[in-house]
């Protein structure tokens, strides 16, 4: 009998969309179904609980500041879908990194994004030039964007729909292969 356990891939999925109806909440959480099997995706529920980024109080114990850290940290990868306001970043999400800034959890972490809007450049632009600088890995063929339609609003309509459902598995399997690949070339 062979006891040898096999490694489940762990990814962190953030939102950057705090709306309940969140189209960029329900790609991830079609993502989630649509994981293969040794791939575990669970969705970070916490944007919202973490306290206005301060530089003092980086050292200081905040629970919800600790439990993002240690959320990324044991996250072989962590997959971004975020929406465009006023072509920026939404400022919670902007806030969850720069928690993470000092502490380094996203250092040379393998990052995928997803824009569920094709308008949405200036956003996706600044996101990556800040996972740039906190010198994060983004993994470009697996980030991709998926245009939702307005009755495409939770994840079972996405799932049902058979062309996004395949970009969307065929991004997390290269995003598992790219975090392989780059766990394998790390000396
Ligand atoms: C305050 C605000 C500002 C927005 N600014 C932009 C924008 O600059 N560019 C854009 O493409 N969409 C913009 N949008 C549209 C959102 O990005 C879009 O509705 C997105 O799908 C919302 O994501 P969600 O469904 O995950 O909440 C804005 C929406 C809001 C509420």
């Known amino acids: 009998m062979c006891d040898e356990k096999i ?21 991830l959480r079609a993502a989630i179904s649509l994981a293969s099997q ?12 973490l306290p206005h980024f301060n530089p003092d109080l980086e050292r200081t114990e905040i629970p919800s500041v600790k439990d993002i850290r240690t959320q990324l940290q044991i996250s072989d990868g962590v997959l971004i879908s975020s929406p465009e306001y006023a072509h920026g970043i939404p400022g919670v999400l902007k806030n969850a990194l720069d928690w993470v800034v000092g502490s ?13 809007s094709s308008r949405g450049i200036h956003a996706q632009a600044s996101l990556r ?6 010198d994060a890995h983004i993994i470009n063929e697996a980030s991709i964007t998926i245009p939702l339609s307005s009755n495409q609003i939770d994840e ?7 062309k996004i459902s395949s970009a969307l598995h ?16 790390i000396p």
């Open 38 to 49: 040794g791939v575990e995706i669970t969705l970070y529920n916490g944007l919202g609980d």
């Open 156 to 162: 079972t309509d996405i799932i049902s729909d058979s």
């Open 7 to 27: 490694k489940v891939i762990q990814i962190l999925a953030i939102s950057g969309s705090l709306r309940a109806a969140s189209s960029n909440t329900a790609l």
């Open 170 to 185: 065929n991004s997390i399997v290269t995003f598992v292969s790219a975090i392989g690949t780059f766990r394998a070339e």
């Open 129 to 134: 030039e800040i996972l740039r600088t906190m």
């Open 104 to 116: 380094g959890e996203l250092y040379r972490k393998p990052v995928a994004l997803i824009n569920a």
